[in-house]
């Protein structure tokens, strides 16, 4: 887009809003390469808005500032929203901030764009209810399509316990490195982490508990291969650039099919080629079909049993809005479960034949003095 000088009584001209910080961040990356030979600075956190252009940002901090009336969007000539799937979602408290930025944004003359690998015939229907009548559509491919550069995998592993074996068994064969691994919860980065680390593989953990600062760190030495294997959450499934992952291997099978395909395509970018590994478990079996759809839509070769599988409109909710419960990761963490276990049985055992002796006791002595 082509803008005049800057103006300090305009304000920002574009907004770009994107889910995360490390989102955000690219797209500063790419702006700077695009607007090569322009003037150009980078706005961070508790610095005025006024006087720039462009203002790259996410929901939790644009809200902020709007709350707070630090930033004035009524001049905003272009306004998009990266990932639009999770920013729409009417699940998540996202949705009130693209309302509230949608009111902000005041010009009449103003061009709105959605932009996302997944979007939903729901979310769609969201999205025209405010924009004009006139919207267009592109789709690349298909609605929920994957990238069909990336080898796709389905991995029965039995339990929990049988997706270490597996990743253990990946580590021993070697994996190319840089290899993403997703896992379910912040709890599990920690877990898988402790599980599989050993001396000269070159692994790490990144989750949103992190600080900034430690998440900035670790994309960084991932990028530049100091980091060979990164155990994450959905926090990097979406939107991230990583242009040399080879592998994507998901320790915990996705919730949804969008989760999917946006995990997988952390890899195979730019036209070269991925491989994705996808473990499950007996519990998982209700989940695989709908993944197993969208690997044989993408040319890969899936089981008929895994296509069989039919759930019911109310069980597809249920597996949607629900996170499966697994047991704890780390065998280390389950020997000492099941030794506190083990030892509270023990005490109560003590206890119980301590009652039983005192009691038996009491009766001899009853019986003595009769």
């Not at 800057?6 to 961040?25: F, K, S, Y």
């Not at 990946?170 to 896992?183: C, S, W, Y």
């Amino acid at each position: 887009c082509s803008f005049r000088e800057p103006d300090p009584e305009v304000g920002v001209r574009a907004l770009i809003v994107t889910p995360t910080m490390e989102l955000a961040e690219q797209i500063e990356r790419e702006a700077f390469l695009l607007m090569k030979g322009q003037r150009w600075k980078l706005v961070r956190h508790g610095q005025s808005t006024r006087n720039k252009d462009i203002f790259v940002t996410t929901p939790g901090r644009v809200a902020t500032m709007l709350e707070k009336k630090l930033v004035s969007l009524d001049m905003v000539q272009y306004l998009v929203f990266d990932e639009a799937d999770r920013l729409w979602d009417s699940t998540t408290d996202n949705l009130q901030v693209v309302d509230a930025v949608l009111t902000a944004c005041t010009l009449k003359e103003k061009v709105v764009a959605l932009f996302t690998a997944t979007l939903s015939a729901k979310i769609e229907s969201i999205a025209r209810s405010v924009m004009s009548p006139d919207v267009v559509r592109i789709i690349v491919a298909g609605r929920t399509m994957a990238n069909r550069n990336v080898k796709q995998e389905l991995v029965f592993c039995g339990n929990e316990l049988g997706k270490i074996v597996a990743m253990r068994n990946l580590v021993r064969e070697g994996i190319t490195p840089p290899v993403l691994v997703f896992v379910q919860s912040i709890e599990r980065t920690k877990e898988l982490y402790e599980e599989i680390h050993c001396q000269g593989l070159h692994i790490a953990v990144m989750n949103s508990k992190m600080t900034h600062e430690e998440r900035e760190a670790t994309m960084i030495r991932f990028r530049l291969g100091k980091i060979w294997v990164l155990v994450t959450t959905e926090l990097l499934s979406r939107g991230i650039d990583f242009k040399n992952v080879g592998t994507v291997i998901n320790f915990d099978i996705p919730v949804t099919v969008e989760s999917y395909i946006h995990r997988i395509g952390r890899c195979g970018r730019a036209g070269k080629t991925g491989r994705a590994i996808t473990f499950f478990t007996e519990e998982d079996r209700e989940r695989v079909a709908p993944i197993a759809r969208v690997m044989k839509e993408s040319g890969n070769a899936v089981e008929d049993w895994m296509l069989d599988i039919r759930l019911d409109r109310q069980t597809r909710r249920r597996l949607q809005r629900s996170t499966p419960q697994r047991m704890i990761v780390s065998t280390r963490k389950r020997m000492h479960v099941a030794n506190q276990r083990m030892n509270r049985q023990l005490r109560r055992l003590e206890r119980e034949g301590v009652s039983r002796e005192d009691g038996g006791s009491s009766e001899e002595d009853a019986a003595v003095a009769a």
